[in-house]
């Protein structure tokens, strides 16, 4: 959950100044799996547990989902240490906003494609450029209209054996993620500072500790 706690914090800022959500509609995702093997395909929604949504089988396996709003994240299985994740924080104030993150984990390459013109992302590395590697990466954060079609492939270009990664990485992750929540913090209070009360109740939930 302390993972789920960063990544919504890195979302969450980067709409900081909307503040509130419209509902014009659901978004669709389509989860398509081109890897050699099954993906036990996992959600974790903001305040939830992780749950799995799909299991896409071998080689060709596929789901579609409609989703109205919230943040969530999806990743390959419920090693959530070291998974790739694609997190979303749907329809604010008519926009989705989308990522793909890698700064503590990696398991799985992945490309991420819009049907509303918004930018596609490609991960087939631990490393890759597009994701979101360090705190305050927010140049990895896009946005695009809500109401439309994400397509979400693993091993876009069929790639084989899952990948494996070293444990020592935990220690690092959890000093990652106190750097994103200080961050977050900071930029949550001089954000109030010039919205209006009434809007204070939503920051609230989304700066809610989930440690």
């Known amino acids: 959950m302390a993972k789920f706690t ?12 909307t503040l509130c959500v419209s509902w014009t509609g659901a978004t669709t995702i389509d989860f398509k799996n081109l890897c050699a093997y099954p993906i036990n395909l996992v959600k974790t929604r903001f305040l939830e547990s992780p749950v799995s949504e799909c ?59 819009t ?52 444990r020592v990485r935990i220690a690092k992750q959890k000093m990652a993620l106190r750097r994103i929540q200080a961050a977050a913090n900071q930029q949550s209070q001089e954000a109030r500072k010039t919205v209006p009360q009434g809007l204070h109740r939503f920051r609230l939930a989304l700066d809610f500790d989930l440690e």
């Open 6 to 17: 960063g990544i919504r914090q890195a979302l969450s800022a980067a709409v900081m100044v």
């Open 55 to 113: 299991q896409l089988t071998a080689s060709g396996g596929s789901c579609s989902k409609s989703y109205d709003d919230g943040l969530m994240i999806f990743q390959s299985g419920r090693d959530s240490a070291n998974a790739t994740m694609v997190a979303f924080n749907l329809d604010v104030m008519g926009q989705d906003y989308y990522m793909v993150a890698v700064e503590d984990g990696y398991n799985v390459p992945l490309k991420l494609t």
């Open 115 to 166: 049907s509303t013109g918004g930018f596609n992302i490609t991960c087939t590395e631990p490393k890759c450029p597009e994701g979101y590697l360090f705190p305050n990466d927010d140049a990895k954060i896009h946005a695009t209209a809500t109401g439309g079609t994400f397509t979400l492939t693993f091993c876009p270009v069929g790639d084989g054996a899952p990948v494996a990664i070293s």
